[in-house]
């Protein structure tokens, strides 16, 4: 199976990711603990989120153990080792999206409860939940005087046509 548009749609999903790490990189202890109201919640915090998911989300896939597994008690990881995490999950939806047959039906349990999903929700999933969160990420970025990356997908476009980006 082919899904080409699927396809390019995981590899903007993999190129914004890589592109609000790299905006948070080098942020300061401090500036990773900022926040604003309406966002997920503190800046480290929700780039774990982000890392934490997309390794749950491959695990209903694949059933290993999550490459990444991550709680709010925690304290957060360093950037660059979330960005590697966020680099791998997203090699990994960029192949399922084309590997995926659109009927499979994807059964796990989770917290002691059986879950049937089909796998085109969970890939949605993957995508909605990427988008806002790095949403967030951007909106502290603004609040505390930093530009956030272009991340949408007329960016992704012409960073494709450019030759800047997969």
């Given at each position: 199976m082919t899904n080409e548009h699927l396809q390019r749609i995981f590899?903007?999903?993999r190129w914004a990711n890589r592109l609000i790490m790299d905006a948070c990189r080098d942020l300061t202890p401090e500036q990773l603990t900022a926040t604003v109201v309406g966002?997920?919640?503190?800046?480290?915090?929700?780039?774990?989120h982000i890392t934490a998911a997309e390794a749950w989300y491959v695990w209903r896939f694949d059933k290993t153990d999550p490459a990444f597994d991550w709680d709010d008690e925690q304290p957060v990881p360093p950037v660059g080792e979330m960005a590697t995490i966020l680099d791998q999950t997203g090699a990994?939806?960029?192949e399922l999206a084309t590997t995926t047959p659109d009927d499979q039906i994807l059964t796990y349990e989770r917290q002691g409860q059986e879950n049937r999903w089909p796998a085109w929700v969970v890939l949605g999933?993957?995508?909605?939940?990427?988008?806002?969160?790095r949403s967030h990420v951007a909106t502290i970025?603004?609040?505390?005087?930093?530009?956030?990356?272009d991340m949408d997908m007329w960016a992704y476009g012409?960073?494709?046509?450019?030759g800047r980006a997969e």
């Open positions: 590899q903007h999903n966002t997920f919640g503190e800046l480290g915090q929700t780039l774990a990994r939806f960029v999933q993957v995508i909605d939940h990427g988008r806002e969160h970025l603004t609040q505390l005087g930093i530009e956030p990356p012409e960073a494709v046509q450019d």
